[in-house]
Nanobody, 122 residues
């Protein structure tokens, strides 16, 4: 069994900062790509940022320069540092991990956290 749990959401004023964390636990051999997604009310889930196993990064245009994704492989944890927050960043943020559970797995499995609410007031 693998569990993925996010934390760190809440309410912040526009211009403020917030850091989200996401940790995987359970039977894990290796974690490949990790991404943060978000979903605002009435909108589709969208990719915010991704960090690949080799360390390369990619960001949605609207957050580039304000958000930073990083990972701590020893802790099976990914972070999303969000600065200069705007009301339009308000959404439920989800962590997505591509995980090999054992050495013998032929392909990775896709795991999602339960989501954490981020609300930015104007």
């Amino acid at each position: 069994q693998v569990q993925v749990v996010e934390s760190g959401g809440g309410l912040v004023q526009a211009g403020g900062s917030m850091r989200l964390s996401c940790t995987a636990s359970g039977s894990i051999y290796r974690i490949n790509d990790i991404a943060w997604y978000r979903q605002a009310p009435g909108s589709q889930r969208e990719l915010v940022a991704i960090i690949r196993s080799g360390g390369s990064l990619n960001y949605q245009d609207s957050v580039r320069g304000r958000f930073t994704i990083s990972r701590d492989n020893a802790k099976n944890t990914v972070y999303l540092q969000m600065d200069s927050l705007k009301p339009e960043d308000t959404a439920v943020y989800y962590c997505n991990m591509h995980i090999f559970r054992t050495y013998w797995d032929l392909k990775e499995s896709d795991y999602w956290g339960q989501g954490t609410q981020v609300t930015v007031s104007s």
